[in-house]
């Protein structure tokens, strides 16, 4: 299936220590969607961009940061953040950090998520979150 007039989407991401869960919003760029589990080599993230790009381009991409409930930085944090800068040396992108308390505790509680697609629901919420308040402001 090939889009006509495919246009920038963002690209939402859910980082862990051993996998990354992406999701990529819709051309409107008002909901997000749950796109794949990669791993978290630089050839990955790399791989996720070139798709990404060459399908219409890249609006933004939006990076899950784990705070706590008082909205401390973690330890995962600075994780999240080295994540997310060597993922602004491959894309031009702006890269963006939301909220993601409790995604991955709410797809799991809810069974929202297909076997193995747990990472890249979450990197969904993430993504409709940011979305959501974009459209908000």
Do not use: C, W
Not at 1 to 15: C, E, K, S, V
Not at 24 to 30: F, G, I, N, P
Not at 82 to 94: D, I, M, V, W
Not at 102 to 125: E, I, R, W, Y
Request: no cysteine; net charge negative; glycine share 8%.
């Amino acid at each position: 299936y090939h889009r006509a007039l495919a246009m920038p989407r963002f690209i939402g991401i859910d980082y862990g220590d051993v996998r990354v869960g992406t999701a990529t919003s819709d051309d409107s760029e008002a909901f997000a969607f749950p796109d794949t589990v990669m791993g978290t080599s630089d050839e990955d993230a790399k791989s996720l961009l070139d798709r990404v790009a060459s399908s219409g381009g890249i609006s933004g991409i939006v990076v899950g940061l784990p705070l706590n409930f008082g909205g401390a930085e973690t330890e995962q944090t600075a994780k999240v953040r080295e994540y997310a800068r060597r993922l602004g040396t491959f894309t031009s992108a702006p890269i963006f950090f939301e909220n993601e308390v409790l995604t991955t505790t709410t797809v799991t509680k809810n069974n929202a998520a297909k076997s193995g697609m747990v990472d890249a629901s979450a990197a969904a919420l993430i993504l409709q979150q940011f979305l959501d308040k974009r459209r908000k402001a």
